[in-house]
Protein backbone atom coordinates (compact mmCIF):
# COMPACT_ATOMS: atom_id res chain seq x y z
CA UNK A 1 0.00 0.00 0.00
CA UNK A 2 2.49 2.62 1.03
CA UNK A 3 4.61 1.90 -2.71
CA UNK A 4 1.52 2.12 -4.48
CA UNK A 5 0.37 5.44 -2.49
CA UNK A 6 4.02 6.99 -2.76
CA UNK A 7 4.22 6.17 -7.05
CA UNK A 8 0.93 7.23 -7.16
CA UNK A 9 2.12 10.66 -5.38
CA UNK A 10 4.65 10.60 -7.56
CA UNK A 11 3.30 10.16 -10.84
CA UNK A 12 0.97 12.66 -9.99
CA UNK A 13 3.37 15.32 -8.93
CA UNK A 14 5.45 14.47 -12.28
CA UNK A 15 2.23 14.71 -14.59
CA UNK A 16 1.70 18.08 -13.13
CA UNK A 17 4.82 19.63 -13.77
CA UNK A 18 4.59 18.63 -17.45
CA UNK A 19 1.40 19.86 -17.66
CA UNK A 20 2.46 23.05 -15.87
CA UNK A 21 5.37 23.54 -18.31
CA UNK A 22 3.56 22.47 -21.41
CA UNK A 23 0.85 24.90 -20.79
CA UNK A 24 2.58 27.99 -19.51
CA UNK A 25 5.13 27.42 -23.04
CA UNK A 26 1.94 27.50 -24.69
CA UNK A 27 0.86 30.09 -22.91
CA UNK A 28 4.27 32.27 -23.63
CA UNK A 29 4.04 31.65 -27.21
CA UNK A 30 0.27 33.33 -27.92
CA UNK A 31 1.60 35.96 -25.47
CA UNK A 32 4.59 36.54 -28.01
CA UNK A 33 1.97 35.76 -30.74
CA UNK A 34 -0.35 38.87 -29.88
CA UNK A 35 2.72 41.11 -28.70
CA UNK A 36 4.23 40.42 -31.95
CA UNK A 37 0.72 41.67 -33.42
CA UNK A 38 0.57 44.46 -31.47
CA UNK A 39 3.81 45.90 -32.50
CA UNK A 40 3.30 44.94 -35.92
CA UNK A 41 0.15 46.97 -36.06
CA UNK A 42 2.14 49.96 -34.19
CA UNK A 43 4.96 49.74 -36.96
CA UNK A 44 2.27 49.33 -39.91
CA UNK A 45 0.84 52.84 -38.52
CA UNK A 46 4.08 54.53 -37.92
CA UNK A 47 5.87 53.95 -41.49
CA UNK A 48 2.59 54.47 -42.98
CA UNK A 49 2.55 58.35 -41.16
CA UNK A 50 6.11 58.46 -42.40
CA UNK A 51 5.78 57.77 -46.11
CA UNK A 52 2.47 60.34 -45.62
CA UNK A 53 5.25 63.02 -44.90
CA UNK A 54 8.35 61.93 -47.00
CA UNK A 55 8.01 62.91 -50.77
CA UNK A 56 9.95 60.05 -51.41
CA UNK A 57 7.76 57.07 -49.98
CA UNK A 58 10.02 54.09 -51.74
CA UNK A 59 13.11 56.37 -50.28
CA UNK A 60 11.82 56.29 -47.17
CA UNK A 61 11.09 52.70 -46.90
CA UNK A 62 14.55 51.78 -47.81
CA UNK A 63 15.71 53.93 -45.17
CA UNK A 64 13.43 52.23 -42.13
CA UNK A 65 14.27 48.33 -44.06
CA UNK A 66 17.90 49.04 -43.66
CA UNK A 67 17.32 50.59 -40.02
CA UNK A 68 15.79 47.62 -38.97
CA UNK A 69 18.27 45.19 -40.15
CA UNK A 70 16.29 42.69 -41.54
CA UNK A 71 13.68 42.56 -38.76
CA UNK A 72 11.22 44.07 -40.32
CA UNK A 73 10.10 42.90 -44.22
CA UNK A 74 8.38 45.78 -45.73
CA UNK A 75 5.86 45.47 -48.49
CA UNK A 76 4.28 48.07 -50.72
CA UNK A 77 1.65 46.66 -52.65
CA UNK A 78 -0.42 48.32 -55.63
CA UNK A 79 -4.00 48.39 -55.98
CA UNK A 80 -3.86 45.65 -59.07
CA UNK A 81 -1.71 43.07 -56.54
CA UNK A 82 1.57 44.24 -58.25
CA UNK A 83 4.75 45.18 -55.91
CA UNK A 84 5.73 48.69 -55.77
CA UNK A 85 8.56 48.06 -53.26
CA UNK A 86 9.95 45.00 -51.61
CA UNK A 87 12.75 45.66 -48.87
CA UNK A 88 14.19 41.62 -48.83
CA UNK A 89 13.32 40.63 -52.34
CA UNK A 90 13.73 41.65 -55.99
CA UNK A 91 10.15 43.38 -56.44
CA UNK A 92 9.82 42.51 -60.45
CA UNK A 93 10.18 38.91 -59.58
CA UNK A 94 8.02 38.75 -57.13
CA UNK A 95 4.51 37.12 -58.01
CA UNK A 96 0.90 39.12 -57.52
CA UNK A 97 -0.15 39.40 -54.00
CA UNK A 98 -3.32 40.40 -54.87
CA UNK A 99 -4.89 36.64 -53.52
CA UNK A 100 -2.80 37.36 -49.97
CA UNK A 101 -5.46 36.90 -47.20
CA UNK A 102 -3.65 39.54 -45.56
CA UNK A 103 -3.74 41.76 -48.87
CA UNK A 104 -7.68 40.95 -49.15
CA UNK A 105 -8.59 41.69 -45.94
CA UNK A 106 -6.26 45.38 -45.74
CA UNK A 107 -8.65 46.27 -49.54
CA UNK A 108 -11.68 45.09 -48.03
CA UNK A 109 -11.50 46.12 -44.37
CA UNK A 110 -8.56 48.70 -43.95
CA UNK A 111 -6.26 46.06 -42.49
CA UNK A 112 -5.63 42.87 -42.51
CA UNK A 113 -3.29 39.94 -40.41
CA UNK A 114 -2.45 36.71 -41.33
CA UNK A 115 0.27 33.75 -40.02
CA UNK A 116 2.03 31.71 -42.22
CA UNK A 117 4.35 28.83 -41.21
CA UNK A 118 7.79 28.04 -43.34
CA UNK A 119 8.72 24.46 -43.04
CA UNK A 120 12.27 25.17 -44.64
CA UNK A 121 13.15 27.33 -42.25
CA UNK A 122 10.98 26.46 -39.59
CA UNK A 123 9.74 29.94 -38.27
CA UNK A 124 6.44 31.43 -38.36
CA UNK A 125 5.94 34.62 -40.33
CA UNK A 126 3.40 37.06 -38.70
CA UNK A 127 1.98 39.94 -41.40
CA UNK A 128 0.09 42.69 -40.78
CA UNK A 129 -1.31 44.93 -44.13
CA UNK A 130 -2.82 48.36 -43.97
CA UNK A 131 -5.09 50.15 -46.61
CA UNK A 132 -2.84 53.50 -47.57
CA UNK A 133 -5.14 57.01 -48.51
CA UNK A 134 -4.21 56.23 -52.28
CA UNK A 135 -5.66 53.07 -51.94
CA UNK A 136 -2.12 50.91 -51.95
CA UNK A 137 -1.48 48.35 -49.02
CA UNK A 138 1.35 48.32 -46.79
CA UNK A 139 2.40 45.37 -45.63
CA UNK A 140 4.90 44.57 -42.99
CA UNK A 141 5.96 41.13 -41.34
CA UNK A 142 7.69 39.51 -39.06
CA UNK A 143 9.59 35.76 -38.10
CA UNK A 144 8.62 34.27 -35.09
CA UNK A 145 9.60 30.45 -33.94
CA UNK A 146 6.79 28.02 -34.12
CA UNK A 147 5.27 26.54 -31.70
CA UNK A 148 7.47 23.30 -31.77
CA UNK A 149 10.52 25.34 -32.68
CA UNK A 150 9.53 27.60 -29.45
CA UNK A 151 9.32 24.23 -27.21
CA UNK A 152 12.05 22.58 -28.70
CA UNK A 153 14.40 25.82 -27.77
CA UNK A 154 12.66 25.45 -24.15
CA UNK A 155 13.38 21.56 -23.93
CA UNK A 156 17.38 21.73 -22.27
CA UNK A 157 15.50 24.46 -19.91
CA UNK A 158 12.60 22.17 -19.29
CA UNK A 159 14.75 18.85 -18.43
CA UNK A 160 16.09 20.92 -16.17
CA UNK A 161 13.38 22.06 -14.84
CA UNK A 162 11.70 18.51 -14.64
CA UNK A 163 14.36 16.90 -13.14
CA UNK A 164 14.59 19.59 -10.16
CA UNK A 165 10.73 18.70 -9.94
CA UNK A 166 11.53 15.54 -9.80
CA UNK A 167 13.43 15.13 -7.02
CA UNK A 168 11.41 17.51 -5.36
CA UNK A 169 8.29 15.31 -6.05
CA UNK A 170 10.27 12.10 -5.19
CA UNK A 171 11.34 14.06 -1.41
CA UNK A 172 7.28 15.87 -1.35
CA UNK A 173 5.78 12.16 -2.40
CA UNK A 174 7.89 10.20 0.60
CA UNK A 175 7.23 13.14 3.22
CA UNK A 176 3.62 12.92 2.36
CA UNK A 177 3.33 9.22 2.19
CA UNK A 178 4.76 9.42 5.57
CA UNK A 179 2.19 11.39 6.87
CA UNK A 180 -0.91 10.07 4.67
CA UNK A 181 -0.08 6.52 6.34
CA UNK A 182 1.30 8.24 10.10
CA UNK A 183 -2.75 7.45 11.31
CA UNK A 184 -3.22 3.91 9.29
CA UNK A 185 0.51 2.99 10.93
CA UNK A 186 -1.22 4.30 14.98
CA UNK A 187 -4.42 2.47 14.30
CA UNK A 188 -2.23 -0.83 13.23
CA UNK A 189 -0.65 -0.82 16.21
CA UNK A 190 -3.20 -0.28 17.98
CA UNK A 191 -4.77 -3.51 16.08
CA UNK A 192 -1.10 -5.43 16.90
CA UNK A 193 -1.81 -4.74 20.31
CA UNK A 194 -5.09 -6.66 20.63
CA UNK A 195 -4.76 -9.49 23.13
CA UNK A 196 -1.39 -7.98 24.54
CA UNK A 197 -1.26 -6.42 27.97
CA UNK A 198 -3.53 -3.54 27.87
CA UNK A 199 -0.64 -1.18 29.09
CA UNK A 200 0.59 -1.42 25.53
CA UNK A 201 -2.91 0.23 24.37
CA UNK A 202 -2.63 3.71 24.62
CA UNK A 203 -4.66 5.77 26.72
CA UNK A 204 -6.29 8.16 24.26
CA UNK A 205 -7.13 8.38 21.02
CA UNK A 206 -4.34 9.06 18.47
CA UNK A 207 -4.11 12.14 16.49
CA UNK A 208 -5.29 10.99 13.00
CA UNK A 209 -7.69 12.27 10.50
CA UNK A 210 -11.21 13.39 11.18
CA UNK A 211 -12.45 10.91 8.81
CA UNK A 212 -10.86 7.77 10.84
CA UNK A 213 -11.58 8.53 13.86
CA UNK A 214 -15.14 6.61 14.30
CA UNK A 215 -13.55 3.53 13.11
CA UNK A 216 -9.92 4.60 15.35
CA UNK A 217 -12.42 4.58 18.64
CA UNK A 218 -14.44 1.65 17.26
CA UNK A 219 -11.26 0.04 16.71
CA UNK A 220 -9.71 0.79 20.46
CA UNK A 221 -13.36 -0.15 22.09
CA UNK A 222 -12.70 -3.71 20.41
CA UNK A 223 -9.43 -3.89 21.54
CA UNK A 224 -9.99 -2.95 24.60
CA UNK A 225 -13.18 -5.56 25.39
CA UNK A 226 -11.05 -8.21 23.51
CA UNK A 227 -8.07 -7.69 26.00
CA UNK A 228 -10.13 -7.77 28.79
CA UNK A 229 -11.95 -11.33 27.65
CA UNK A 230 -8.72 -12.66 26.78
CA UNK A 231 -7.05 -11.70 30.07
CA UNK A 232 -10.77 -13.19 31.76
CA UNK A 233 -9.96 -16.13 29.90
CA UNK A 234 -6.23 -16.43 30.75
CA UNK A 235 -6.82 -16.25 34.38
CA UNK A 236 -9.92 -18.89 33.95
CA UNK A 237 -7.84 -20.71 32.16
CA UNK A 238 -4.46 -20.57 34.91
CA UNK A 239 -7.25 -21.34 37.69
CA UNK A 240 -8.42 -24.62 35.79
CA UNK A 241 -4.61 -25.44 34.65
CA UNK A 242 -3.55 -24.78 38.50
CA UNK A 243 -6.59 -27.00 39.83
CA UNK A 244 -5.86 -29.49 37.59
CA UNK A 245 -1.96 -29.84 37.79
CA UNK A 246 -2.50 -30.20 42.07
CA UNK A 247 -5.11 -32.63 41.63
CA UNK A 248 -4.59 -35.99 43.07
CA UNK A 249 -6.06 -37.87 40.07
CA UNK A 250 -4.89 -38.31 36.78
CA UNK A 251 -6.98 -36.52 34.49
CA UNK A 252 -7.23 -37.23 30.50
CA UNK A 253 -9.77 -34.95 27.81
CA UNK A 254 -9.98 -36.62 24.20
CA UNK A 255 -11.98 -36.27 21.34
CA UNK A 256 -14.41 -38.44 19.89
CA UNK A 257 -12.00 -40.36 18.26
CA UNK A 258 -10.08 -40.87 21.26
CA UNK A 259 -7.01 -38.61 21.00
CA UNK A 260 -5.85 -36.56 23.39
CA UNK A 261 -6.49 -33.09 23.83
CA UNK A 262 -5.17 -32.58 27.30
CA UNK A 263 -4.19 -33.99 30.34
CA UNK A 264 -2.66 -32.94 33.69
CA UNK A 265 0.90 -33.48 35.31
CA UNK A 266 -0.66 -36.65 37.58
CA UNK A 267 -2.01 -38.67 34.73
CA UNK A 268 1.78 -38.38 32.96
CA UNK A 269 3.22 -39.67 36.15
CA UNK A 270 0.52 -42.65 36.10
CA UNK A 271 0.99 -43.52 32.48
CA UNK A 272 4.98 -42.81 32.82
CA UNK A 273 5.02 -40.11 30.21
CA UNK A 274 7.68 -37.32 29.89
CA UNK A 275 6.45 -34.04 31.61
CA UNK A 276 8.04 -32.42 28.58
CA UNK A 277 6.75 -35.09 26.07
CA UNK A 278 4.03 -33.52 23.69
CA UNK A 279 0.98 -35.81 23.59
CA UNK A 280 -1.54 -33.88 22.26
CA UNK A 281 -3.22 -35.64 19.06
CA UNK A 282 -1.97 -39.27 19.94
CA UNK A 283 -4.36 -41.97 20.43
CA UNK A 284 -5.26 -42.40 24.35
CA UNK A 285 -6.12 -45.99 23.35
CA UNK A 286 -2.11 -46.94 22.70
CA UNK A 287 -0.95 -45.30 25.87
CA UNK A 288 -3.38 -47.12 27.84
CA UNK A 289 -3.46 -50.62 27.19
CA UNK A 290 -5.82 -52.90 29.02
CA UNK A 291 -8.99 -50.93 29.22
CA UNK A 292 -12.25 -52.10 27.65
CA UNK A 293 -11.96 -49.62 25.45
CA UNK A 294 -15.18 -51.51 23.43
CA UNK A 295 -17.52 -50.95 26.42
CA UNK A 296 -16.55 -47.06 26.89
CA UNK A 297 -16.80 -46.64 23.14
CA UNK A 298 -20.73 -48.28 23.62
CA UNK A 299 -21.28 -46.15 26.23
CA UNK A 300 -20.38 -42.75 24.73
CA UNK A 301 -24.18 -42.15 24.38
CA UNK A 302 -24.88 -42.83 27.68
CA UNK A 303 -24.63 -40.19 30.47
CA UNK A 304 -23.65 -43.08 32.84
CA UNK A 305 -19.89 -43.10 33.57
CA UNK A 306 -17.91 -46.23 32.62
CA UNK A 307 -15.86 -47.45 35.74
CA UNK A 308 -12.59 -50.19 36.08
CA UNK A 309 -10.30 -50.96 37.86
CA UNK A 310 -6.61 -51.66 36.88
CA UNK A 311 -3.19 -52.40 37.82
CA UNK A 312 -0.30 -49.51 36.64
CA UNK A 313 3.30 -49.62 38.44
CA UNK A 314 2.23 -51.95 41.08
CA UNK A 315 -0.89 -49.79 41.82
CA UNK A 316 -4.39 -49.98 41.62
CA UNK A 317 -6.14 -47.22 40.12
CA UNK A 318 -9.93 -46.77 39.66
CA UNK A 319 -10.54 -45.70 35.97
CA UNK A 320 -13.66 -43.66 35.31
CA UNK A 321 -14.77 -42.74 32.02
CA UNK A 322 -17.54 -39.64 31.33
CA UNK A 323 -18.59 -38.80 27.69
CA UNK A 324 -18.56 -34.87 27.72
CA UNK A 325 -21.22 -33.11 25.52
CA UNK A 326 -21.22 -29.42 23.78
CA UNK A 327 -24.45 -27.94 22.95
CA UNK A 328 -25.87 -31.65 23.16
CA UNK A 329 -23.29 -32.60 20.66
CA UNK A 330 -20.73 -35.07 22.00
CA UNK A 331 -17.51 -33.26 22.24
CA UNK A 332 -15.07 -36.25 23.71
CA UNK A 333 -14.83 -38.32 26.57
CA UNK A 334 -13.18 -37.24 30.32
CA UNK A 335 -10.85 -40.20 31.61
CA UNK A 336 -10.22 -39.75 35.44
CA UNK A 337 -7.66 -41.96 37.05
CA UNK A 338 -7.78 -42.16 40.71
CA UNK A 339 -4.93 -44.14 42.70
CA UNK A 340 -7.56 -46.42 45.50
CA UNK A 341 -4.48 -48.58 46.59
CA UNK A 342 -4.03 -46.81 49.94
CA UNK A 343 -8.03 -47.43 50.04
CA UNK A 344 -8.10 -50.70 49.37
CA UNK A 345 -5.10 -51.31 51.76
CA UNK A 346 -7.30 -49.61 54.42
CA UNK A 347 -10.20 -51.67 53.68
CA UNK A 348 -8.30 -54.63 53.81
CA UNK A 349 -7.02 -53.72 56.67
CA UNK A 350 -10.24 -53.38 58.52
CA UNK A 351 -11.50 -56.15 56.99
CA UNK A 352 -8.96 -58.03 58.65
CA UNK A 353 -8.91 -56.07 61.87
CA UNK A 354 -12.76 -57.03 61.96
CA UNK A 355 -11.98 -60.77 61.38
CA UNK A 356 -9.16 -60.73 63.96
CA UNK A 357 -11.19 -59.22 66.52
CA UNK A 358 -14.62 -61.17 66.27
CA UNK A 359 -11.81 -64.35 66.33
CA UNK A 360 -9.94 -62.39 69.53
CA UNK A 361 -13.62 -61.60 71.32
CA UNK A 362 -15.02 -64.97 70.60
CA UNK A 363 -12.24 -67.15 72.90
CA UNK A 364 -12.60 -65.54 75.90
CA UNK A 365 -16.81 -64.67 75.31
CA UNK A 366 -17.22 -68.41 74.68
CA UNK A 367 -14.75 -69.19 77.67
CA UNK A 368 -16.87 -67.13 79.94
CA UNK A 369 -20.69 -68.71 78.55
CA UNK A 370 -19.82 -71.81 78.92
CA UNK A 371 -18.39 -71.61 82.81
CA UNK A 372 -21.14 -69.52 83.22
CA UNK A 373 -23.79 -72.11 81.57
CA UNK A 374 -22.10 -74.96 83.74
CA UNK A 375 -22.62 -72.71 86.82
CA UNK A 376 -26.41 -71.73 86.03
CA UNK A 377 -27.17 -75.60 85.31
CA UNK A 378 -25.48 -76.82 88.77
CA UNK A 379 -23.11 -79.07 86.88
CA UNK A 380 -20.94 -78.82 89.42
CA UNK A 381 -20.17 -81.58 92.82
CA UNK A 382 -18.11 -79.54 95.45
CA UNK A 383 -18.15 -75.90 96.49
CA UNK A 384 -14.11 -75.44 95.22
CA UNK A 385 -15.69 -76.26 91.92
CA UNK A 386 -17.84 -72.94 92.17
CA UNK A 387 -14.67 -70.92 92.99
CA UNK A 388 -12.56 -72.72 90.35
CA UNK A 389 -15.12 -71.65 87.59
CA UNK A 390 -15.63 -68.17 88.72
CA UNK A 391 -11.86 -67.65 88.98
CA UNK A 392 -11.71 -69.31 85.34
CA UNK A 393 -14.44 -66.53 84.45
CA UNK A 394 -12.75 -63.79 85.93
CA UNK A 395 -9.16 -64.35 83.94
CA UNK A 396 -11.13 -64.64 80.74
CA UNK A 397 -12.83 -61.40 81.71
CA UNK A 398 -9.78 -60.06 82.62
CA UNK A 399 -7.91 -61.04 79.08
CA UNK A 400 -11.30 -59.68 77.07
CA UNK A 401 -11.15 -56.25 78.78
CA UNK A 402 -7.18 -56.02 78.30
CA UNK A 403 -8.11 -57.21 74.58
CA UNK A 404 -10.66 -53.80 74.57
CA UNK A 405 -8.70 -51.58 76.35
CA UNK A 406 -5.73 -52.53 74.20
CA UNK A 407 -8.17 -51.58 70.81
CA UNK A 408 -9.56 -48.51 72.44
CA UNK A 409 -6.13 -47.75 72.88
CA UNK A 410 -4.51 -48.24 69.48
CA UNK A 411 -7.29 -46.83 67.65
CA UNK A 412 -6.65 -43.51 69.56
CA UNK A 413 -2.81 -43.58 68.61
CA UNK A 414 -3.88 -43.91 64.89
CA UNK A 415 -6.25 -41.25 65.20
CA UNK A 416 -3.31 -39.04 65.43
CA UNK A 417 -4.65 -36.32 67.41
CA UNK A 418 -3.44 -33.03 67.30
CA UNK A 419 -3.96 -31.65 71.08
CA UNK A 420 -1.48 -34.60 72.29
CA UNK A 421 1.37 -32.18 73.82
CA UNK A 422 4.64 -32.53 72.34
CA UNK A 423 7.79 -31.71 74.96
CA UNK A 424 10.98 -32.83 76.02
CA UNK A 425 11.11 -36.19 77.37
CA UNK A 426 13.77 -38.06 79.41
CA UNK A 427 13.75 -41.27 78.09
CA UNK A 428 16.13 -42.65 80.81
CA UNK A 429 14.01 -41.62 83.51
CA UNK A 430 10.87 -43.24 81.78
CA UNK A 431 13.25 -46.89 81.43
CA UNK A 432 14.50 -46.50 85.16
CA UNK A 433 10.62 -46.14 86.36
CA UNK A 434 9.80 -49.30 84.41
CA UNK A 435 12.50 -51.66 85.25
CA UNK A 436 11.67 -50.26 88.74
CA UNK A 437 7.99 -51.16 88.29
CA UNK A 438 8.87 -54.59 86.58
CA UNK A 439 11.35 -55.88 89.03
CA UNK A 440 8.71 -58.34 90.87
CA UNK A 441 8.25 -59.99 86.84
CA UNK A 442 11.76 -60.38 86.63
CA UNK A 443 12.72 -61.66 89.88
CA UNK A 444 10.16 -63.86 89.03
CA UNK A 445 11.27 -64.77 85.83
CA UNK A 446 14.81 -64.84 86.59
CA UNK A 447 15.76 -62.64 84.20
CA UNK A 448 18.51 -59.71 84.61
CA UNK A 449 18.01 -55.80 82.74
CA UNK A 450 21.49 -54.96 82.02
CA UNK A 451 21.11 -50.34 81.50
CA UNK A 452 23.55 -48.09 79.29
CA UNK A 453 22.29 -44.81 79.11
CA UNK A 454 23.28 -41.72 77.85
CA UNK A 455 21.93 -38.33 79.39
CA UNK A 456 19.86 -36.96 76.36
CA UNK A 457 15.77 -36.05 75.89
CA UNK A 458 13.46 -36.65 72.86
CA UNK A 459 10.96 -34.79 71.40
CA UNK A 460 7.49 -36.11 71.90
CA UNK A 461 4.66 -37.01 74.05
CA UNK A 462 5.47 -38.72 77.65
CA UNK A 463 2.67 -40.77 77.96
CA UNK A 464 2.78 -42.64 74.30
CA UNK A 465 6.80 -42.85 74.81
CA UNK A 466 6.11 -44.50 78.57
CA UNK A 467 3.84 -47.09 76.46
CA UNK A 468 6.57 -47.69 74.04
CA UNK A 469 9.15 -48.45 76.27
CA UNK A 470 6.88 -50.51 78.30
CA UNK A 471 5.62 -52.63 75.84
CA UNK A 472 9.25 -53.19 74.23
CA UNK A 473 11.02 -53.73 78.10
CA UNK A 474 7.55 -56.10 78.96
CA UNK A 475 8.12 -58.04 75.95
CA UNK A 476 11.84 -58.60 75.96
CA UNK A 477 11.36 -60.36 79.43
CA UNK A 478 7.97 -61.79 79.03
CA UNK A 479 9.09 -63.70 75.61
CA UNK A 480 12.60 -64.51 77.68
CA UNK A 481 14.13 -67.46 78.86
CA UNK A 482 14.49 -68.64 82.72
CA UNK A 483 17.77 -66.86 83.27
CA UNK A 484 17.76 -64.92 80.37
CA UNK A 485 19.22 -61.04 80.17
CA UNK A 486 17.87 -57.78 78.36
CA UNK A 487 20.02 -55.39 77.39
CA UNK A 488 18.37 -51.36 77.21
CA UNK A 489 20.68 -48.97 75.80
CA UNK A 490 20.17 -45.20 74.77
CA UNK A 491 22.93 -43.10 72.71
CA UNK A 492 22.81 -40.14 70.50
CA UNK A 493 23.97 -40.73 66.90
CA UNK A 494 23.72 -38.01 65.21
CA UNK A 495 20.64 -35.55 65.37
CA UNK A 496 18.47 -38.62 66.03
CA UNK A 497 18.19 -40.36 69.98
CA UNK A 498 18.88 -44.34 69.45
CA UNK A 499 16.83 -46.61 71.63
CA UNK A 500 17.71 -49.96 71.40
CA UNK A 501 16.15 -52.94 73.84
CA UNK A 502 18.27 -57.24 73.22
CA UNK A 503 16.64 -59.82 74.84
CA UNK A 504 18.28 -63.29 75.04
CA UNK A 505 14.57 -65.24 74.47
CA UNK A 506 12.70 -66.82 72.54
CA UNK A 507 13.27 -65.20 69.25
CA UNK A 508 11.24 -64.57 66.12
CA UNK A 509 11.18 -67.08 63.04
CA UNK A 510 12.41 -65.05 59.97
CA UNK A 511 9.30 -65.82 57.94
CA UNK A 512 6.83 -64.45 60.22
CA UNK A 513 9.24 -61.01 61.08
CA UNK A 514 7.88 -58.88 58.52
CA UNK A 515 4.29 -59.37 60.17
CA UNK A 516 4.80 -59.03 64.16
CA UNK A 517 3.68 -55.16 63.91
CA UNK A 518 0.48 -56.44 62.58
CA UNK A 519 -2.57 -56.58 64.88
CA UNK A 520 -3.20 -59.29 66.71
CA UNK A 521 -0.33 -61.48 65.12
CA UNK A 522 1.73 -63.72 67.24
CA UNK A 523 4.66 -65.44 66.19
CA UNK A 524 3.66 -68.14 68.60
CA UNK A 525 0.19 -68.19 69.48
CA UNK A 526 0.31 -71.08 72.01
CA UNK A 527 3.15 -69.28 73.74
CA UNK A 528 1.50 -65.80 73.59
CA UNK A 529 -1.93 -66.88 74.78
CA UNK A 530 0.16 -68.80 78.10
CA UNK A 531 2.06 -64.81 78.41
CA UNK A 532 -1.47 -63.23 78.19
CA UNK A 533 -0.25 -61.23 75.01
CA UNK A 534 -3.22 -59.76 73.09
CA UNK A 535 -0.70 -59.28 69.91
CA UNK A 536 -1.07 -55.45 69.78
CA UNK A 537 2.12 -54.60 71.72
CA UNK A 538 4.01 -54.66 68.72
CA UNK A 539 1.59 -52.86 66.97
CA UNK A 540 1.33 -49.96 69.46
CA UNK A 541 4.54 -49.19 69.17
CA UNK A 542 5.07 -49.10 65.55
CA UNK A 543 2.20 -46.32 65.28
CA UNK A 544 3.71 -44.22 68.54
CA UNK A 545 7.26 -44.18 66.33
CA UNK A 546 4.80 -43.46 63.53
CA UNK A 547 3.37 -40.26 65.29
CA UNK A 548 6.72 -38.88 66.20
CA UNK A 549 8.04 -39.19 62.70
CA UNK A 550 10.47 -41.92 64.16
CA UNK A 551 11.80 -45.10 62.38
CA UNK A 552 11.92 -48.64 64.37
CA UNK A 553 14.05 -51.86 63.35
CA UNK A 554 13.76 -55.19 63.99
CA UNK A 555 16.66 -58.43 64.39
CA UNK A 556 15.75 -61.23 65.43
CA UNK A 557 17.21 -65.23 65.26
CA UNK A 558 14.85 -68.07 66.23
CA UNK A 559 16.38 -69.86 69.77
CA UNK A 560 19.13 -66.60 70.22
CA UNK A 561 16.91 -63.32 70.94
CA UNK A 562 15.49 -60.35 69.94
CA UNK A 563 16.63 -56.76 68.97
CA UNK A 564 14.24 -53.83 68.38
CA UNK A 565 15.88 -50.61 68.27
CA UNK A 566 14.03 -47.25 67.83
CA UNK A 567 15.30 -44.19 66.38
CA UNK A 568 13.63 -40.80 67.91
CA UNK A 569 14.11 -37.21 67.54
CA UNK A 570 16.68 -35.18 69.98
CA UNK A 571 14.99 -32.10 71.34
CA UNK A 572 16.08 -29.25 71.04
Not at 32 to 47: G, H, L, W
Amino acid sequence: MKKRIYLSLLAIGLACMVMALVISGWIFWRSAQEQAAVEMESAVAMISAGMARDPEPNGYLQQVADAEKGALRITWIDTDGSIKFESDYDAAKMENHLQRPEVQQAFAYGTGSAVRESATIEKALYYSAKKLPDGTVLRVSLQRATLYSHFLSLLPMALLLLLLAGICCIRASRMLTASLLSPLRKTARIMENIGTPSQQLPQEMPHVYRELRPLVQKIMDQSNYINHTIQTLERERNTVRIILENLREGVILTDKAGKILALNTCAKDILQIRRTMKVSGLAFEKILPGVEWDQIKTGEDSPVAYTQKLVKNDRLYQLTVRPIYKEENLYGALFILYDITESEHREQLRREFTSNVSHELKTPLTSISGFAEMLSAGLYEEEKDVQHFGKLIQQESQRLLRLIEGIIHLTKIEEHRPNIEMTSVKLDTIVEEIVNFMEPVTQEKHVTIHRKMEDIAVFGNNGMLRELCMNLIDNAVKYNRSGGHVYITLQQEGSKAVFAVRDTGIGIPEDKQKRVFERFYRADASRNKKNGGSGLGLSIVKHIVEHHHGQINLESKEGEGTKITVYLTLAT
